[in-house]
């Protein structure tokens, strides 16, 4: 069957939904943190904890969410996602006890499952196929923007409101964001029963790259961004050097979107892979050349921007379109139990190794992630010298 035209306004709604459901549940304790502390008596890490415990939620649930948007369609998996965020940030303005902040967090990590990229990407791709990997960078441009938008936007309603009514405004903003799925189109989609076109060893060994390398990329990243301002501080530089990262995330999608079709999965793979030893080089040098430090944070700012688009542009290139969903819910669960674990696990090795140790660390697991993308890019390579067409061709 054809897929339908995508719609010009799509990019724009959807990219707002993710705008907000970023900003209202993954970077709301960068914000809200201290007065919550302040006001519970809550400590730091009992408050991050509440994320913590959505992140692993969130990978309890992957391998179910392919079947429900099958069965119910992207556009209501979607908008339940945002409703139940936005009924989480109700519930912790009301909160008074910790059991009752970690079950919110328990209905945030359902509904940032729902709602957030992995989802959304699966619910267009399911949509639109192969036409949809150029509104996924488009959404992965206006997402990238929720931490610009909504930690100067909560900042600034701690000025004249509590945290509780901070986060009731929060859920207002989760109820616009719901609104916003509207425009997405309601079609189920059955889930494809096996691959068809391909050997059952190559299925297996890509699929077992694909979730080796979004895992260990993911580590190195949520680990490295988690724990940035200590970096920064470690060199003498101002806390303030920290907004090269997210103008290098901004950056890197912008370029990304422009190049258009030219910049195919793979080789946006193989380029953000093999940036990614150079770039850790670049800070492991900050110890002699303080202007590396600068490059660094712009630069891993940049690659962790494009890893997003990575991660949901390369099935498109490795499994069929109607596979997408159901491998992606299965094959992204060990990179989100690494999301959970990776701040905690680089706090320890900064203790234990120090800033540098702990960069020596992740330079080390970057040459492992680059041989995993060149393997990734020459097995597709090898197809085409066979004479086998691309899925995405």
Same mark, same amino acid.
């Given at each position: 069957?054809?897929?339908?035209?995508?719609?010009?306004?799509?990019?724009?709604?959807?990219?707002?939904?993710?705008?907000?459901?970023?900003?209202?549940s993954f970077y709301m304790p960068g914000t809200f943190a201290?007065?919550?502390?302040?006001?519970?008596?809550?400590?730091?890490?009992?408050?991050?904890?509440?994320?913590?415990?959505?992140?692993?939620?969130?990978?309890?649930?992957?391998?179910?969410?392919?079947?429900?948007?099958?069965?119910?369609?992207?556009?209501?998996?979607?908008?339940?996602?945002?409703?139940?965020?936005?009924?989480?940030?109700?519930?912790?303005?009301?909160?008074?006890?910790?059991?009752?902040?970690?079950? =919110?967090?328990?209905?945030? &990590?359902?509904?940032? +499952?729902? $709602?957030?990229?992995? #989802?959304? @990407?699966? %619910? !267009?791709?399911?949509?639109?196929?192969?036409?949809?990997?150029?509104?996924?960078?488009?959404?992965?441009?206006?997402?990238?923007?929720?931490?610009?938008?909504?930690?100067?936007?909560?900042?600034?309603?701690?000025?004249?409101?509590?945290?509780?009514?901070?986060?009731?405004?929060?859920?207002?903003?989760?109820?616009?964001?719901?609104?916003?799925?509207?425009?997405?189109?309601?079609?189920?989609?059955?889930?494809?029963?096996?691959? =068809?076109?391909?050997?059952? &060893?190559?299925?297996? +060994?890509? $699929?077992?790259?694909? #979730?080796? @390398?979004? %895992? !260990?990329?993911?580590?190195?990243?949520?680990?490295?961004?988690?724990?940035?301002?200590?970096?920064?501080?470690?060199?003498?530089?101002?806390?303030?050097?920290?907004?090269?990262?997210?103008?290098?995330?901004?950056?890197?999608?912008?370029?990304?979107?422009?190049?258009?079709?030219?910049?195919?999965?793979?080789?946006?793979?193989?380029?953000?892979?093999?940036?990614?030893?150079?770039?850790?080089?670049?800070?492991?040098?900050?110890?002699?050349?303080?202007?590396?430090?600068?490059?660094?944070?712009?630069?891993?700012?940049?690659?962790?921007?494009?890893?997003?688009?990575?991660?949901?542009?390369?099935?498109?290139?490795?499994?069929?379109?109607?596979?997408?969903?159901?491998?992606?819910?299965?094959?992204?669960?060990?990179?989100?139990?690494?999301?959970?674990?990776?701040?905690?696990?680089?706090?320890?090795?900064?203790?234990?190794?120090?800033?540098?140790?702990?960069?020596?660390?992740?330079?080390?697991?970057?040459?492992?992630?680059?041989?995993?993308?060149?393997?990734?890019?020459?097995?597709?390579?090898?197809?085409?010298?066979?004479?086998?067409?691309?899925?995405?061709?």
């Open positions: 069957m054809k897929n339908p035209a995508l719609p010009r306004a799509l990019s724009l709604t959807t990219g707002c939904n993710q705008l907000i459901n970023w900003g209202i201290r007065a919550i502390s302040a006001d519970t008596g809550w400590s730091s890490a009992q408050i991050y904890s509440g994320l913590t415990l959505a992140m692993l939620v969130m990978a309890a649930l992957s391998p179910f969410v392919a079947r429900l948007l099958a069965r119910i369609g992207g556009q209501r998996v979607v908008m339940t996602g945002s409703l139940l965020i936005a009924l989480s940030c109700l519930l912790m303005a009301y909160t008074h006890s910790l059991i009752t902040w970690y079950s =919110a967090w328990v209905l945030t &990590g359902i509904g940032m +499952r729902l $709602s957030l990229y992995d #989802a959304l @990407f699966a %619910a !267009l791709v399911n949509l639109y196929g192969q036409q949809a990997r150029r509104t996924i960078s488009r959404v992965t441009l206006a997402g990238g923007l929720a931490s610009v938008v909504f930690w100067p936007l909560g900042e600034a309603l701690l000025m004249i409101m509590n945290w509780r009514e901070a986060l009731l405004i929060y859920a207002l903003f989760g109820l616009l964001s719901a609104a916003l799925t509207l425009s997405l189109p309601n079609h189920t989609h059955p889930l494809a029963n096996k691959p =068809a076109t391909r050997a059952v &060893g190559e299925d297996r +060994r890509n $699929s077992w790259l694909y #979730a080796a @390398f979004i %895992a !260990l990329i993911t580590f190195v990243s949520n680990g490295t961004s988690t724990h940035l301002p200590e970096f920064i501080a470690s060199v003498g530089l101002p806390v303030t050097i920290g907004m090269l990262w997210g103008i290098g995330q901004t950056g890197a999608r912008f370029l990304e979107v422009v190049t258009g079709a030219g910049l195919t999965p793979l080789r946006l793979t193989l380029l953000t892979a093999l940036a990614m030893p150079v770039c850790f080089m670049l800070g492991l040098s900050s110890t002699l050349f303080l202007w590396s430090a600068a490059g660094f944070v712009l630069g891993y700012g940049a690659i962790n921007g494009l890893v997003t688009i990575v991660k949901a542009t390369l099935p498109l290139q490795l499994f069929a379109p109607e596979e997408y969903a159901r491998r992606t819910g299965v094959l992204l669960i060990p990179a989100q139990l690494m999301a959970a674990a990776s701040p905690l696990a680089y706090a320890w090795l900064n203790r234990a190794l120090g800033t540098i140790g702990a960069m020596w660390l992740s330079w080390g697991l970057t040459l492992v992630i680059a041989g995993l993308a060149v393997a990734i890019v020459k097995g597709q390579a090898s197809r085409h010298a066979e004479g086998i067409p691309a899925l995405s061709d």
